[in-house]
Nanobody, 117 residues
């Protein structure tokens, strides 16, 4: 069983930056793909960025060039640096761990990000 807890989030003005962090416990962190998803009101949950176990990074087109995902396998943590935030980035952000050997996904409870114009 993997337990994920997100940190960070909050309310900022458009153009500002915010950092999110997620700590993972249980399982084998270094073998999992870690990702950040978000869900805006009335919308489906969508992938924001992911970091694979071999270092492969993947970003949604809407955040490319503004957001950076990173992971620290020694600390079992994954981060999301969000720059040049826009009102459309407003959402609840969820940390995700994808375990490849079982194809199971684990989720944190989410942290809210609000960007005002």
């Amino acid at each position: 069983q993997i337990h994920l807890v997100e940190f960070g989030g909050g309310s900022v003005q458009a153009g500002e930056s915010l950092s999110l962090a997620c700590v993972s416990s249980g399982g084998f962190f270094e073998y999992n793909t870690m990702g950040w998803y978000r869900q805006a009101p009335g919308k489906q949950r969508e992938l924001v960025a992911s970091a694979g176990p071999t270092g492969t990074l993947n970003y949604a087109d809407s955040v490319k060039g503004r957001f950076t995902i990173s992971r620290d396998n020694a600390k079992n943590m994954v981060y999301l640096q969000m720059n040049s935030l826009k009102p459309e980035d407003t959402a609840v952000y969820f940390c995700n761990a994808h375990v490849h050997v079982s194809a199971l996904d684990y989720w944190g409870k989410g942290t809210r990000v609000t960007v005002s114009s």
